[in-house]
């Protein structure tokens, strides 16, 4: 960052009523999480000049901005799957740095799991059949197969076992324990993933994210206003995006995800390395998606990813404590959950998880964490290294 340009900071975080939300709209939500990010943060709405939101509405996000009766002179509508509010961070860190906007909202909210409850969708078995697409849609290649298939290929060329990947899931469970607004908290174990019913090989129904409603907000301001602010800020230091492909014969590895790429440009940005992260908030809408992230994000080397998820190393007390919250495996997914990610992260260095919380050594707070998410089937990635004075 040039000497002109501003320290960028998030200073507010919320969630919305998460998990079974049967009765307000995603409209309600997204306010509901905005209110609350602004009370976190103690600023007044009137500094809200910039504003984030995809996934909503028509015109996103025109329509939600009106909803909240904002107005703000900088947006951004990117949407490039669950990788879309790291993207989205990384573009308000920047518009805010270079002092195009002031104070930036990133807010979400969906009625996911209460949409398909009450009739009013389906589940999604692909994304259309038009351009691209149309060379896969018609063979039944879903998202989830897309994701299968990617993590057999890993299981042949490294010995990646089933187990291994069990394991991940088995771990995000036990820190969901700790979160009383995870979805699923009871313990589970490698034999129960491995012997739910198949959705797509290899993954069975515990290998894959839950279904659930609720929202969250983040709002990001420029270091002149965190005097201002209730809580400690929590600077944004560093942040990537990547994108790879749509058709997956266009992958060129399917053991290598855009998080190769993103990680090591935010990393370099920060100017930090792996080593030094305290806690990992990962995009797991797969417990594959979780393993080759970490060794994208060089926590492992490249085929390691199995051997390294061993031994509780997951875990909130483990010796890298990833998706603290339970996860999209156990605490929520309503849809895009990358914004998730980001709340998880800021809470964690803050020190108000909670019975959740990660410590280190002493009883000290951890300094640096990394929230990376991934879009559509590893078709993008955005990464963002966050620390704490």
């Not at 994000?297 to 390691?304: I, M, N, Q, R, Y």
């Not at 998880?353 to 002493?362: F, L, P, R, S, W």
Request: hydrophobic share 45%.
């Amino acid at each position: 960052m040039s000497a002109s340009q501003r320290s960028v900071a998030v200073v507010g975080i919320s969630l919305s009523d998460c998990g079974r939300v049967d009765g307000p709209t995603p409209y309600a939500l997204h306010a509901q999480a905005a209110r609350r990010a602004l009370a976190d943060s103690g600023l007044d709405r009137s500094l809200v000049d910039g504003f984030a939101s995809a996934g909503l509405g028509t015109l996103a996000p025109v329509e939600v901005a009106e909803y909240l009766g904002l107005k703000p002179r900088w947006v951004d509508s990117t949407a490039v799957g669950g990788a879309t509010w790291e993207v989205m961070a990384a573009h308000a860190a920047d518009a805010v740095a270079a002092g195009h906007a002031n104070a930036v909202l990133l807010v979400y909210g969906s009625t996911a799991r209460a949409d398909i409850r009450a009739g009013r969708r389906t589940a999604n078995l692909s994304f259309g059949a038009r351009g691209p697409l149309q060379f896969e849609a018609p063979y039944g290649h879903t998202l989830v197969a897309k994701y299968a298939m990617a993590a057999r290929r890993h299981m042949h060329q490294y010995g990646t076992t089933l187990e291994q990947l069990a394991e991940i899931a088995v771990q995000a469970r036990a820190n969901a324990a700790h979160n009383p607004d995870a979805m699923f908290r009871d313990p589970i174990t490698v034999e129960d993933v491995l012997s739910g019913p198949v959705i797509a090989d290899p993954f069975t129904k515990l290998h894959c994210c839950i279904r659930s409603d609720g929202g969250c907000a983040v709002l990001i301001a420029a270091r002149e206003y965190v005097r201002d602010c209730a809580k400690p800020p929590v600077w944004i230091l560093g942040t990537g995006e990547h994108v790879s492909h749509t058709a997956m014969s266009e992958w060129e590895d399917f053991t290598v995800s855009p998080a190769a790429v993103s990680g090591r440009l935010a990393f370099e940005r920060a100017g930090v390395g792996p080593a030094e992260i305290d806690v990992a908030e990962l995009y797991d809408a797969f417990t594959y998606m979780t393993l080759v992230t970490l060794e994208d994000l060089g926590f492992c080397a490249k085929g390691e990813g199995g051997a390294f998820v061993e031994k509780g190393r997951l875990l909130r007390d483990g010796e890298l404590p990833v998706n603290t919250d339970g996860g999209g495996l156990s605490a929520c997914h309503p849809g895009m959950r990358g914004l998730f990610l980001l709340v998880e992260a800021v809470r964690q260095l803050r020190g108000e998880a909670g019975g959740g919380q990660v410590t280190k050594a002493g009883g000290r707070l951890p300094e640096l964490a990394v929230a990376s998410g991934t879009g559509g089937w590893f078709c993008s990635s955005g990464t963002v290294v966050l620390g704490r004075d």
